[in-house]
């Protein structure tokens, strides 16, 4: 340490000591003892005692209350989207409500819909009472149809270009449904893959022959099918269908693909199927308990 510091040191030693003295014999400066006369500049008082703490028991029941309220709310936020399906496929929309739920992305696709709108085949089968119009795919809830093979991967540009117009008649006797194939629906180039006709086949056989089942619903048991001539890409075709016999839970379809052709011109059948669809002997169970869990989330 250089003097000047010690000397500073030894300065600031000196003064705390005689102010220290002057402190314990009472005569520090007057006007450290003077008494503060305006009150108004005073401190906040403060009460004499803290402010009781809420019991453990108190505070333990709040932070339960508060868990309980969160996890309720996150439980019902993440099921609601689950509820609101489960809702769409027990209480789906009518026949009649699946004709206005679809609307064309694009020109393609509203050129499409005319098309099979408006075409004679379709005007003929709006005219027959005993046959319901519907778009059957539409009733698949928006949410879960990015699951669905037939109502959602299929379905699109250059693919299923618009959900097939289906006319089914009552008590599940037939069935005529008008659909579009795209070229991404190919096996060999510029013909559609003969899984993507099956599909076709399996769908709406077993949509022919539910309104005879039962419960309305049943899972295929077999299916045999035969090609007879090549599909060509981008192209029009019409599946018909008429159940063959019924019994019990058991229902026997037979049908086939062919081409939309204009009146008076022969349709060529490009596929024939026969099949056979079993309702799950646990299909009623099935359908009162899911109806019975839905209202319960209500």
């Not at 040191?9 to 009472?26: D, K, M, P, V």
């Not at 009150?39 to 703490?53: G, Q, S």
Request: net charge positive; proline share 7%; hydrophobic share 40%.
């Amino acid at each position: 340490m250089t003097r000047r510091g010690q000397q500073n040191l030894l300065s600031f030693s000196q003064t705390f000591s005689n102010r220290a003295r002057l402190l314990s014999e009472g005569t520090f400066p007057s006007i450290f003892k003077r008494p503060i006369e305006n009150t108004d500049i005073l401190p906040a008082t403060f009460p004499a005692e803290a402010p009781k703490r809420k019991s453990f028991l108190r505070r333990t029941l709040n932070v339960i209350a508060i868990a309980i309220f969160f996890t309720t709310t996150g439980f019902f936020m993440a099921a609601a989207p689950g509820i609101k399906a489960a809702n769409g496929f027990l209480n789906p929309p009518s026949d009649e409500e699946t004709l206005l739920l679809y609307t064309p992305e694009d020109d393609v696709a509203r050129e499409i819909n005319e098309f099979i709108k408006n075409h004679p085949v379709a005007v003929e089968l709006r005219t027959r009472p005993e046959f319901s119009e519907s778009r059957p795919h539409m009733k698949i809830p928006p949410s879960h149809r990015s699951h669905s093979l037939t109502g959602g991967t299929l379905m699109g540009t250059d693919k299923v270009g618009v959900p097939p117009y289906v006319w089914t008649e009552e008590g599940g006797k037939s069935l005529v449904a008008i659909s579009y194939l795209g070229s991404k629906l190919c096996g060999h180039p510029g013909i559609i893959h003969g899984g993507m006709l099956a599909t076709m086949l399996d769908e709406g056989l077993a949509r022919c022959c539910f309104g005879a089942l039962p419960n309305k619903v049943g899972m295929t048991a077999n299916l045999n099918i035969n090609y007879r001539a090549p599909t060509k890409a981008g192209e029009f075709v019409v599946l018909r269908a008429k159940t063959t016999k019924v019994e019990g839970r058991k229902a026997w379809v037979e049908g086939h693909i062919e081409t939309l052709v204009a009146p008076g011109e022969k349709p060529v059948v490009l596929v024939e199927a026969t099949a056979l669809f079993v309702e799950p002997r646990q299909a009623a169970v099935s359908i009162l308990d899911s109806n019975a869990h839905l209202e319960e989330a209500r």
